[in-house]
């Protein structure tokens, strides 16, 4: 995880605040001042064609409680 990697020396990360509940005294929080708080997009992806009745329900869960109507925008992959 990010934070493993914080905590093995390798990098820096920004988190969400409730991620400071998952590691203590390996990893040093710094909050942004109220002032700088920022905002970012999620993005949720799943594979093509999965028709799974699970994860059906959880894209209609997640497109209620974010607002969002119909269909996500495609990004092609880079990977190959």
Same mark, same amino acid.
């Given at each position: 995880?990010?934070?493993?990697?914080?905590?093995?020396?390798?990098?820096?990360?920004?988190?969400?605040?409730?991620?400071?509940?998952? #590691?203590? /005294? $390996?990893? &040093?929080?710094?909050?942004?001042?109220?002032?700088?708080?920022?905002?970012s997009n999620v993005v949720m992806?799943? #594979?093509? /064609? $999965?028709? &799974?009745?699970?994860?059906?329900?959880?894209?209609?869960?997640?497109?209620?409680?974010?607002?969002?109507?119909?269909?996500?925008?495609?990004?092609?992959?880079?990977?190959k």
């Amino acid at each position: 995880t990010t934070l493993g990697l914080v905590a093995s020396g390798i990098g820096i990360s920004i988190v969400p605040i409730t991620a400071t509940k998952m #590691r203590s /005294g $390996d990893v &040093a929080y710094i909050p942004f001042k109220e002032s700088d708080i920022m905002t970012s997009n999620v993005v949720m992806t799943h #594979r093509t /064609g $999965d028709i &799974a009745p699970e994860l059906q329900l959880f894209i209609k869960r997640v497109r209620l409680l974010s607002g969002i109507s119909r269909q996500r925008k495609k990004v092609k992959s880079s990977l190959k």
